[in-house]
């Protein structure tokens, strides 16, 4: 059971913006940094985020994250046909002692 | 370019054991904390376990109920995950991930492996 809380789908047309929310805990999101990964089934997940807000080189500025309390958020913009996939945000949680993941949103592009 | 490989996947029996294997290149790989992460059929991703880079420091997701024990060759470059008591709930791809840093806690996954799937049934 996850322990962080993602929209199960969104959607948007081409070009647009879309933004994906992730609701977590004080033990978590709220005292510890938030990551993002993209994945497309049967490939390897990539990391988009990590530490609540930067991108690893390679991953174009059209991704953003941002944190707010025991809460963060991954947009999307100038949305394209390859952004079509599941993504997860994740967190250490200091009370489980572990790594959390998010529930998984899929963006489908329309 | 980094490469993750997973190995040691299949189909065994409730009550069964197996060993995953991750044969890792283009990084230095006992400079860095590992992870195993896995998703079940319709699922989405689960944090199964980390280690540090000298073995020093392990940490397991609750629902393992000790069943399950991550280990390293750091001359090999290869990580393990020795999974024990199979259940027809661990059925699922195994993804092996590499950390950024030593420690394995409070970190991100910067590499991933494709994945290895383990199938558990009668």
């Known amino acids: 059971q996850s322990v962080l809380t993602q929209p199960p789908s969104a959607s948007g047309t081409p070009g647009q913006r879309v933004t994906i929310s992730c609701s977590g805990g004080g033990s978590n999101i709220g005292s510890n940094f938030v990551y993002w990964y993209q994945h497309l089934p049967g490939t390897a997940p990539k990391l988009l985020m990590f530490?609540?807000?930067e991108r690893p080189s390679g991953v174009p500025d059209r991704f953003s994250g941002s944190k707010s309390g025991t809460s963060a958020s991954l947009a999307i913009s100038g949305l394209r046909s390859e952004d079509e996939a599941d993504y997860y945000c994740?967190?250490?949680?200091?009370?489980?002692?572990?790594?959390?993941f998010g529930t998984g949103t899929t963006v489908n592009v329309l | 370019e980094v490469r993750l490989v997973e190995s040691g996947g299949g189909m065994v029996q409730p009550g069964g054991s197996l060993k995953l294997a991750c044969v890792t290149s283009g990084f230095t790989f006992d400079e860095f904390g590992m992870h195993w992460v896995r998703q079940a059929p319709g699922k989405g991703l689960e944090w199964v376990s980390s280690i540090s880079w000298n073995s020093g420091a392990t940490a397991y997701a609750g629902f393992l109920k000790g069943r399950f024990s991550i280990s390293r060759d750091n001359a090999k470059r290869s990580l393990f995950l020795q999974m024990n008591t199979l259940e027809t709930e661990d059925t699922a791809f195994y993804f092996c991930?590499?950390?950024?840093?030593?420690?394995?806690?409070?970190?991100?996954?910067?590499?991933w492996g494709r994945g290895i799937l383990v199938t558990v049934s009668s």
């Open positions: 991930a590499k950390g950024p840093f030593k420690q394995m806690k409070y970190n991100w996954f910067d590499s």
């Open positions: 530490r609540d807000n």
């Open positions: 994740a967190s250490w949680d200091d009370s489980l002692t572990g790594y959390v």
